[in-house]
């Protein structure tokens, strides 16, 4: 998949990867939480507070498909990274959180691996079991998500109580969301002012709406002994009709190169992605990398890696 943002962003990313998997997720409830006297609201925002700073370990499965048999006429800036992601494929990755400043998460897959290193504001970046490098630059400040964001969230997606229910023989209450187009456009208009990126992403939410349909959910099981996160799921597919959306924004669009044509077709997008907790609150430990090299400060992801510039991961 063809990557691209700025610096700061990038390495804002990094501090943020691990909290930012659990938010979608709504993933964690602290310790000595009593379910049954919480609204799934507040049972949700309590954990994602206490996510981010809880030592843990977790166990990430992932798998991603599209479907881009019908696509015609795309410029080749587009058909370039669609070829890259090809027809998608699936991830597995290992979460270790000692604190809020220290924090390790190894992805693997596509035959390649990736080890990103949070430890006191330092990041480092490890690709296919090689030497770490350190980021040139440390990280920013502040990158936890916001109660007030955590919030916003909570309330956009509406959690729902679905009872108990057991998970690998742990009892749990499971919580469950429904996420459609227009709980995306008012959680991006919602959180448009608060500084989280969200003000680029609802314009183009509001624009394409009218040509995506899709849904999904999102599922956390939490113990019904301490509150602690059991397991946590987010699943979705959306279909998009490129052909209408190209025509609607035409002037906004170029044909691909030696056609007069539109782009046409749809595309299909279903992800999902699962989390297993363990070790929630106990003794967890990160060890800091021993970088034999500087990453640059610029050029995306791929910069960072040291890889040619549009390189995939």
Request: net charge negative; glycine share 14%.
């Amino acid at each position: 998949m063809l990557i691209r943002m700025d610096a700061h962003a990038a390495r804002r990313s990094l501090a943020v990867l691990a909290a930012g998997t659990a938010a979608l997720l709504a993933a964690a409830c602290g310790p000595g939480a009593i379910l049954t006297a919480e609204t799934p609201d507040q049972a949700v925002s309590t954990a994602l507070q206490a996510v981010q700073t809880t030592p843990l370990q977790a166990k990430l499965t992932g798998q991603l498909t599209l479907n881009t048999s019908s696509l015609s006429g795309l410029p080749a800036s587009i058909q370039s990274a669609l070829g890259q992601v090809v027809s998608g494929g699936s991830a597995t990755g290992q979460l270790v959180q000692e604190s809020s400043a220290r924090r390790q998460l190894t992805l693997s897959g596509g035959g390649s691996s990736l080890s990103l290193v949070e430890y006191d504001g330092h990041g480092y970046v490890s690709q296919g079991g090689g030497a770490y490098a350190e980021l040139a630059s440390a990280l920013p400040a502040g990158a936890a998500v916001s109660s007030t964001d955590i919030g916003t969230v909570v309330a956009d997606l509406s959690f729902q109580d679905q009872g108990p229910a057991s998970v690998d023989g742990v009892g749990t209450e499971h919580y469950s969301a429904s996420i459609t187009i227009s709980s995306l456009e008012k959680l991006a208009q919602d959180l448009g002012g608060t500084g989280s990126g969200s003000a680029e992403l609802q314009p183009v939410l509001t624009l394409l709406a009218p040509y995506v349909t899709g849904s999904g959910s999102a599922d956390i099981w939490l113990s019904t002994q301490d509150g602690s996160l059991v397991r946590g799921e987010l699943s979705g597919s959306l279909s998009i009709d490129v052909g209408a959306a190209a025509s609607a924004l035409s002037g906004l669009l170029a044909p691909s190169s030696g056609s007069a044509s539109l782009p046409a077709g749809t595309l299909g997008v279903s992800l999902s992605l699962q989390v297993d907790v363990s070790d929630y609150g106990g003794s967890v430990t990160v060890t800091k990398p021993v970088a034999s090299s500087t990453l640059p400060a610029s050029g995306g992801w791929a910069g960072m890696l040291g890889l040619p510039s549009g390189a995939s991961l």
